[in-house]
Nanobody, 122 residues
Framework: QVQLVESGGGLVQVGGSLRLSCAASGRTFSEYAMAWFRQAPGKEREFVAGISGSGGSTNYGDSVKGRFTISRDNARKKVYLQMNSLKPEDTAVYYC???????????????WGQGTQVTVSS
């Protein structure tokens, strides 16, 4: 069983930055691919970024490439999402998710956090 708790969301102006964190419980964190998804009101849940268990492989959604960076610290059982050059369309609830082994870009992840709100104001 893995529990995920996100933090770091908030209100930021256009062009600003935020860093989201996700703290995980469980003994085998390094075996889990981790990802960030987001969901805006009335829209489907969207893949933002994913990272392999070792941290050696990453994947990004087209809308955030070059602006967001995913990373992880297996010793601390944490995964991060550094978000730069934020735009109003980045406004959403951001979720941390985990699954064994392989990164996938669809929401078929086994474990989810409760979400953290990110609002980008113009």
């Amino acid at each position: 069983q893995v529990q995920l708790v996100e933090s770091g969301g908030g209100l930021v102006q256009v062009g600003g930055s935020l860093r989201l964190s996700c703290a995980a419980s469980g003994r085998t964190f390094s075996e889990y691919a981790m990802a960030w998804f987001r969901q805006a009101p009335g829209k489907e849940r969207e893949f933002v970024a994913g990272i392999s268990g070792s941290g050696g492989s990453t994947n990004y959604g087209d809308s955030v490439k070059g602006r967001f960076t995913i990373s992880r610290d297996n010793a601390r059982k944490k995964v991060y999402l550094q978000m730069n050059s934020l735009k109003p369309e980045d406004t959403a609830v951001y979720y941390c998710a985990g699954r064994l082994f392989r990164i996938i870009t669809t929401p078929q992840y086994d474990y989810w956090g409760q979400g953290t709100q990110v609002t980008v104001s113009s």
